[in-house]
T-cell receptor
Framework: DGGITQSPKYLFRKEGQNVTLSCEQNLNHDAMYWYRQDPGQGLRLIYYSQIVNDFQKGDIAEGYSVSREKKESFPLTVTSAQKNPTAFYLC????????????FGNGTRLTVT | KQEVTQIPAALSVPEGENLVLNCSFTDSAIYNLQWFRQDPGKGLTSLLLIQSSQREQTSGRLNASLDKSSGRSTLYIAASQPGDSATYLCAVSTGANSKLTFGKGITLSVRP
């Protein structure tokens, strides 16, 4: 089955540590996205990538970094510079250059204490 | 700046009722509008996508309409079932998917 896999489902880290969230897709989509979801707020775009080896900042990129070395993979690193990292992180993909539906993974819930 | 509003934040209905979920947006210059469903602790599932040139889209018991000039969309759910209980989010695009603005969602509970 084609889809997006995010791992792990739950992640716990101490303050000051960097942590990397995994996102893999086998939908052959060119575009991939990272969103953050907080209670009572809409999804906010962190980073997106339209093609391999290229990515752009979204609305709330500060304290995050990404890479896109392979079409299938778009890992997100939450750095110690991110002031409020505890959140639900969602990865998505779509056909690039087209107004096609977003496909989402099941998310990673990150808790930093 | 585009703003998307979904009111009310929560809704509870008895099983079998037909219901309408509302979504409003401030900038009518949109490319498309998407409706998603989110189950607790899960990702979003795309339900319907309406292009700016379209007025409505249908999938099974779901029908979404779009009125760009008034900045509104509705998601109609016919003969609601307990399995429809979830949070429904709308999102509008002013360009590619990187320009999607999401509403906060409506949490629907369908009582047996």
């Amino acid at each position: 089955d084609g889809g997006i896999t995010q791992s792990p489902k739950y992640l716990f880290r101490k303050e000051g540590q960097n942590v990397t969230l995994s996102c893999e897709q086998n939908l052959n989509h060119d575009a991939m996205y990272w969103y953050r979801q907080d209670p009572g707020q809409g999804l906010r775009l962190i980073y997106y990538s339209q093609i391999v080896n290229d990515f752009q900042k979204g609305d709330i990129a500060e304290g995050y970094s990404v890479s896109r070395e392979k079409k299938e993979s778009f890992p997100l690193t939450v750095t110690s510079a991110q002031k409020n990292p505890t959140a639900f992180y969602l990865c998505a993909s779509s056909i690039a250059g087209d107004q096609s539906p977003l496909h989402f993974g099941n998310g990673t819930r990150l808790t930093v204490t | 700046k585009q703003e998307v509003t979904q009111i009310p934040a929560a809704l509870s209905v008895p099983e079998g009722e037909n219901l309408v979920l509302n979504c409003s947006f401030t900038d009518s210059a949109i490319y498309n509008l998407q409706w998603f469903r989110q189950d607790p602790g899960k990702g979003l599932t795309s339900l319907l996508l309406i292009q700016s040139s379209q007025r409505e889209q249908t999938s099974g018991r779901l029908n979404a309409s779009l009125d760009k000039s008034s900045g509104r969309s509705t998601l109609y759910i016919a003969a609601s079932q307990p399995g429809d209980s979830a949070t429904y989010l709308c999102a509008v695009s002013t360009g590619a998917n990187s320009k999607l603005t999401f509403g906060k969602g409506i949490t629907l509970s369908v009582r047996p």
